[in-house]
């Protein structure tokens, strides 16, 4: 049988698998076992448990658990709920303050938990009652946060971009650092949609759009207990700032600097919030288990069917057919964007990076494009994914939070912010110095 015929066997066995509620890892890893038992026989199943293994045993992959035991710190203390509040005061003046807050407290809680279900479930847990109260759109109120948490795989520290980095042997210092200015731009876009929808929609309450006597009376009455709060915030920031600057100065490797990250997270969690129970520990260390677990399991088994497709020459071919389309760079780029934009509709963000990351690496190389201006590219097209059908993980989360707010509202709400991203992308590919300048001015 010829490979495409094979890979398009494969690829409807997986979709079947998923379509039925397999989880990910499983249908992944059922799949390639069937294609190499059909291919090579049983002898083929000692290089399956090979392969499984040998993958998820690199020393840097450590880096991947450490930062997750960091950010289920973070989540499990009320540091969210500091970083609400002060924003809240801060950015309440705007047209849709609040909502406008929720997109700034996803933007840095992304950067202190590095994952994107952490910081929808943290911030949407308190933003999105607090919104509905005010008479925010259900749409709005679940949109901006189901649209802010994906920044959680792009802004550092990303465990996104470590994989990216160790699938593809790319500095990974050099990729936090280009994730950092396309994060805030794309918050920025988010912002803006925000304000516009909540002028648009109207009827909520904003207790900071009142006179000026009254707005400075409300200033007056929460600014310490905002201050106060920001404070506890400022300790976590502290140590995501030195785990950057541990990276990017050459000090510590990534699983070195992410764990001590970890300690320090779940040291300054237990003495800033008092967290002495065994109780919240516990919580955190399960939660940080079950996580990493699933992550490394995905990881294995997305290796197995890479090294199953490439067994079967699927790869290659699919490889060769697009590095002999003699078609401009940027219809290229394009084609890549949608076939990592489908790939997002369907598998989490961790299973593509492993699946094609090695493999359009080399293309992106050959078509002159830039391998770190690449990743944010398809880290942003992943981020699309969280937000749409049919896997959608934000989209989850948010209802398992708002469980009366209908799926649909859910996902009306943040198809706009999608777009936001499709614009983040298109702006990346006419100005590429805006992932590339801030890596290239402090890393050469």
Known sequence: MDPITLGIIVAIGLVVLMAIGTPIAFALGAVSLVALLYDRGMPELTYFGETFFDRIAEFGFVAIPM????????????????LYR??????????????VSNIGACTIFSALSGSSPATCAAIGKM???EMRTRGYPDGVA???????????????????????????????????????VPGLMLAGLFMIWTMIACRLAGGYNNPMAQSAARVKQTIKENVDANLKALIRVLPFLAVVAGILFALYGGVATPSEAAGVGAFLCVALAV??????????????????????VMIMLVIACAEVFAYALSSMFITQTVAAAIADLEVNRWVLMGIINLFLLVAGFFLPPVAVIVMTAPILL???LAADFDPYWFAVILTINLEIGLITPPVGLNLFIIKGIAPDISLRNILMGSLPYALCMVLGILLLCFFPGIALWLPNLIMG
């Open 142 to 180: 679940a949109g901006c946060i189901a649209a802010g948490g994906t920044l959680g795989i792009l802004i550092p520290p990303s465990v996104t971009m470590i994989i990216y980095g160790i699938s593809t042997e790319t500095s990974i210092g050099r990729l936090f650092m280009a994730g950092v």
């Open 67 to 82: 930062f997750i035991l960091m950010g289920a710190a973070v989540a499990s203390s009320p540091t969210g709920r500091d």
């Open 362 to 364: 080399p293309i992106i």
């Open 127 to 129: 933003g999105i009652p």
């Open 86 to 99: 002060s924003l809240d005061l801060w950015m309440g003046r705007l047209p849709g303050g609040l909502a």
């Open 271 to 292: 003495i800033i919030y008092r967290m002495w129970q065994v109780g919240p520990i516990k919580l955190i260390m399960r939660d940080s288990l079950r996580e990493s």
